[in-house]
Structure formats: C-alpha cells, structure tokens
C-alpha cells in the first residue's frame, strides 16, 4: 500500500540518533522564499534520476525553487566538540525534486553562500558546493506583535549576490496555491530532508537533515535579487520581485547529518 503524505511526514518528524559527525545548530531569522518557474527551466541541468516535481499554478505547470537564507547562530559538532560554534549567515539555493530510484521527496541543491571560513573545510573535505559570502543581516523581531519590523540579509558573492528585503505579516502559514493540502506543502517545502548536489569534483553527492515542524508566518517581498538566477536565466529581475510564497521564522533547530557523501548516478 502506498504510504499517505501525512504517514510520510510522521515518520521524517521522529528525532534520529545523533552520529559522531553530525552537526546541531539553531537557525534564526530562517526564510523560505519559493519561485514558481517552468520546468523546462529548471530540469534542464538535473541529472536523470531526479525529476522536478510539478504543481499547477496560475494555469501553467511549474516546479518550484526555494531560496533559504538565515544565520547560525551556534553551529557545532553535537557529539564529539559541542563546545566550539561557530555563527554566520547561510543561503541554500534548492530545487523540490523527486528521486526516480526511490519516489522520495527530496531537494536539488545549486549550491550555498556561507559567510565564515567553515566553508574551506567543507569544500576540501567533501568538495560540497559552498561558496564564501560577506553577510550583512538587520533583523528585527517584534516580540510584542509576533512579527518582524525588519527583515534585510545582503550576501556579497561571486557565485551568488542577493538582496533580500522581507516583510512579515505575523499570519500563520495557510495552503499555497498548487497544494491539496497543508501536509503535502510542509512535506514538499519544509521535509524534504535528503538533499543532492554536483560535488566539486563533478560526482554526484548527498546529505540528510532532520528537524521539527518549523512555525512558519507569511512575508511578503519587498526587494530580492539573486545574481546567480540572473545569469544562469532562470529567473529575469523582474520575476525575482513576485515569488509564489515567502514564509518566514525567526528560530528553529536543525540536526545534519555528516559527513555528507559521494553517490554514483548516470546524467
């Protein structure tokens, strides 16, 4: 029998064993700013294996891209050195794409902008796809209202450069067109918890997370730009100001589990 999406996200919400290598780190003032895009766009420079999940929204069939920009504020080894942490902003840059061998729910990493040195040491190590970023955050939370009164990550980059200017409703999370139900969205955008990637190296890699359901409110776009989009054409400037969705939260925990490793698959 097929599992139902919402046996699918029970079972990605039990904690997991913590590993020796695996990372905990609290993110803050954590973002979900999801693009609707042609698929032909998007599944142009996929391997074969993954196949970009479709939604019908505004009466064409799309895939969806997500940017998540947000700091760690203690990034650490949980087990074997949860004294040292370290804190800096990060951008993940991903695709909602289905894996062929397994049918699973899983996300197509372009890449990450990571604003600390860390990003040397998982470059040289596993060839990850991290790129240095010079971070500038003004966030401000509103504790009395339950929302931010500013939201602003600025990342100098040569991979990716972005501009992000939010502002958050304080709404609770509500369904988004192209999903049929509210756990079919936070399985698709928020547990998704394998990610793939194209390893420095050209090999194809792979790494896991695990977290809590994140409670996420509605922003809305002030101002985004992303280089990288741009000049890759996947998505023009214009486009990058009318997101399908921006969720925003302003604390969560996220387990990774490391290292991350190679895997073999024919493009």
Known sequence: MTESVADILAARLVPPKLGWLDIRSQLRHFALITYAIPIERLQRDLPERFEVVPFEIGGRTCGLLS??????????FARIAPFATFRFGQTNHRVYVRDRRTGEHVVWFFGTTLGSWVVNIARTLWRIPWHRGRYTIDCTFDEAAGRYSEYRFEVDSDWCRCEIRLEDTGQ??????????RDEMVLVLTHPVEGFFTRLDGRLGTYSVWHEQIPLTIGRAGHLYFSMYERTGLLTRDEMQHPHSVLICPQTEFVVHMPPRPCHVSK
């Open 67 to 76: 940017v998540v920009p947000f700091l760690d504020d203690d990034f650490h």
């Open 172 to 181: 609770a999370m509500t369904l988004a067109e192209g999903f049929t139900s």
